[in-house]
C-alpha cells in the first residue's frame, strides 16, 4: 500500500498542528469541503502520530512504525469505515472475504456498531511502542444513532494513549453530543494554482474546467475526470443549450440520459448550475460551468430570480433522499420540469 502523506496545501497546518503533542486532545474532528483531502490529511495524521522520528510533526517514512504502516499492519491503527468503502480502498481482509463468498453479499455503506464494539479489546492491551494508538473513523457520517452513541460512550470515558481522529464534511452532519467531545479542525482548502498544479501532475487535460466544476476542490475535480470524458456531460450541455427556450418536448430524451446516472451525481451537477444561474441573475460572474458562462447569463437574465431560488432549495431537499428515491424516473422528470419552467422568460409567461 502506498505510504499516507500529506498533499501539498496540507504539509503547514499539519506540521503546525502535529508539532506539540505534549498535550494533544484524545478525539478530533476533521472537516471541510468535500474534495479537498480530507480523508488523506486524517491517515497521513495518523502515520506521523505513529511515528518514532517524526520531523516537525510529521512522520518520517523510515523507522520501524513507518515500515508497518507501509505493509499495511500496523498493530496499533484502526480504520474505521464502511466496509463497500473498505473493498473500494482495496482492504485485503474485505476484498478476500468478498471473493470467498458463495454469493458476493452487498456491502454495507453504513458504519456498523461491531465496528465500534470490536475495538474494545484493543483499548485494553498496552500500545506496541509504547506511542499512541489511533483510530481513524471516516466518514463520520455514515454512523447510524445507535453506532454513534456507542462511539459517545468511549469518547466519554477514552483510553489512555488513543487519539481518535473523525472525518467529515461538515460538523452539522453529526450528534452535537459527538461534536461536543471532539476538538474541531477545519482543513485547509487549496489556492487555485496548487490545485492546477496538483492535477496537471496528475494528467488531468483541462484542468482549469474540471476544479472550476468541482467547486475548486482538487481532488473531487481528479475524480470525476476518470469519471466523465469531459468537465461538463453531455445530457447536462443538452440541458443548458434547451434553458431559456420552449423546447419542452426535449424532456423525455433528456431525462433518458439522465436517468443512467445515480440521483446523488445528477442532482449534485443540477445544484452547480442553479448556483451558476442564481450568481449570472444577480450580476455576478459564474462559478462553476465558465465554459457556458455567456448562455447562462443569457438564461438567467430571462428567468424568474425567485423561480430559481425556489428550484434550487427543492434540489436541496432532494439531495437529502438522494441515496433512497422513492421512483428515480419520477424524481428525473419532475427536476427537469421544474427547471425548464424556472427559466422560461418572463415575458412569455
Known amino acids: 500500500m502506498d505510504f499516507p502523506v500529506f498533499l501539498p496545501w496540507q504539509t503547514v497546518q499539519a506540521s503546525h498542528w502535529l508539532g506539540n503533542r505534549s498535550r494533544f486532545a484524545h478525539a478530533w474532528l476533521i472537516h471541510g469541503q468535500q474534495g479537498t483531502g480530507k ?24 523507522c520501524p ?15 474505521i469505515r464502511p466496509d463497500a468503502m473498505a473493498l473500494e480502498e482495496g482492504d485485503p481482509a474485505i476484498t478476500q472475504e468478498n471473493e470467498n463468498a458463495t454469493t458476493p453479499k452487498a456491502l454495507s455503506r453504513d458504519i456498523r456498531i461491531e ?37 459517545l460512550k468511549v469518547l466519554e470515558e477514552p483510553p489512555e494513549h488513543t487519539v481518535f481522529l473523525l472525518v467529515a464534511d461538515a460538523p452539522d452532519q453529526l450528534l452535537p453530543t459527538i461534536v461536543s467531545r471532539c476538538r474541531l479542525l477545519a482543513t485547509s482548502f487549496p489556492a487555485p494554482e496548487q490545485s492546477l498544479a496538483w492535477l496537471n501532475e496528475k494528467g488531468v487535460k483541462q484542468a482549469a474546467d474540471w476544479l472550476a ?12 475526470s476518470l469519471q466523465d470524458t469531459q468537465p461538463c456531460p453531455g445530457w447536462l450541455e443538452a440541458i443548458v443549450q434547451a434553458l431559456g427556450t420552449p423546447r419542452f418536448g426535449q ?12 440521483p446523488v451525481y445528477w442532482i449534485d ?3 452547480r448550475l442553479m448556483v451558476d444561474l442564481m450568481l449570472a441573475a444577480s450580476g455576478v460572474p459564474v462559478r462553476y460551468y465558465m ?17 430559481l431560488a425556489d428550484q434550487a432549495r427543492w434540489l436541496t431537499r432532494q439531495r437529502g433522499i438522494a441515496t433512497h428515491p422513492l421512483n428515480a424516473k419520477v424524481l428525473v422528470h419532475t427536476a427537469l420540469q421544474r427547471l425548464f419552467l424556472a427559466c422560461v422568460p418572463q415575458k412569455n409567461t
Not at 512504525?65 to 480504520?79: K, T, V, Y
Request: proline share 5%; with cysteine; glycine share 8%.
Open 65 to 79: 512504525a513507518c515500515q508497518w504502516l507501509q505493509s499495511g499492519n500496523h498493530p496499533d491503527l484502526r480504520l
Open 251 to 262: 424532456l423525455p430524451e433528456l431525462a433518458d440520459a439522465m436517468e443512467k446516472e445515480q
Open 39 to 62: 480523508r488523506q490529511f486524517a491517515r497521513a495524521a495518523a502515520a506521523s502520530l505513529l511515528c518514532e522520528q517524526p520531523a516537525h510533526g510529521l512522520a518520517c517514512g523510515r
Open 115 to 151: 465496528q465500534i464494539r470490536t475495538l474494545s479489546g484493543w483499548f485494553t492491551t498496552a500500545t506496541h511502542r509504547g506511542g499512541f494508538r489511533v483510530a481513524v473513523i471516516y466518514p463520520a457520517q455514515s454512523m447510524n444513532t445507535i453506532t454513534a452513541n456507542a462511539l
Open 291 to 307: 465554459a457556458h458562462a455567456e448562455r447562462l447569463e443569457r438564461i438567467a437574465q430571462g428567468a424568474d430570480p425567485q423561480a
Open 269 to 271: 451537477m443540477l445544484q
Open 213 to 224: 466544476v468541482a467547486g475548486g476542490a482538487p481532488l473531487l475535480a481528479h475524480e470525476r
